[in-house]
């Protein structure tokens, strides 16, 4: 995983691999018969994880659930300040590094956003009248996580948090209007 998200899939080696595992390559070639395996089951430990490995921390102590969409973006903030703007999301990078995936490796990246999506559709699902009855909580999830990977994407390139910062600004203002239409509905 750390290897992927450091260095890309396809910069990383199985030198690499064996590296950093201290395996010898007979016992990681019995349980993953090449890198594209070794993929696959990154892939599957980290929409697995997002509990324990990403949303646990995040909204650790959030009870309101808008504040928890926020939380998490906060999360990711976070990352991008302790790695000195050079952060990008796991999924999102291997999904642009992968410009034709095989359909095995697509089918995990985007059950890993679908999972991501879910778990903030649940938040707005959770804030209730808070939103507009007609409010497309789905889209509004996915409009989320763009926010998340744009803004990421583009704090990397620039080293700047700002970009991040500014998307976030943006959103939290599209979320007051649709709190104040709820409200004056």
């Known amino acids: 995983m750390e290897l992927f998200w450091l260095k890309g899939f396809g910069s990383t080696s199985v030198a690499d691999i064996l590296s950093r595992t201290q395996l010898n390559s007979g016992s ?4 993953f018969p090449g890198k594209q395996d070794i993929l696959l089951a990154v892939l ?3 929409r697995d994880g997002i509990g324990p490995m990403l949303l646990d921390s995040a909204w ?10 926020f939380a998490l973006l906060g999360r990711y903030r976070g990352l991008i300040l302790e790695s000195d703007c050079t952060y990008g999301c796991p999924i999102g990078s291997i999904a642009l590094e992968l410009h034709e995936p095989d359909e095995n490796v697509r089918r995990l990246l985007a059950a890993n956003f679908t999972g991501w999506v879910e778990a903030i ?15 497309d909580r789905r889209a509004l999830a996915e409009f ?7 803004g990421v994407m583009q704090a990397r390139t ?4 700002g970009y ?16 104040r239409e709820a409200c004056a509905a």
């Open 60 to 69: 650790a102590g959030v009870d309101d659930p808008i504040d928890r969409v």
């Open 44 to 46: 599957e430990r980290y």
């Open 144 to 150: 989320v996580l763009t926010v998340m990977e744009g």
């Open 158 to 161: 620039y080293r700047d948090v």
């Open 121 to 135: 559709e649940r938040c707005l699902a959770a804030a209730g009248d808070r939103l507009p009855r007609d409010t």
């Open 28 to 31: 990681l070639y019995h349980f």
């Open 164 to 179: 991040f910062d500014r998307s976030v600004a943006q959103l939290r203002a599209h979320f007051a209007l649709l709190e």
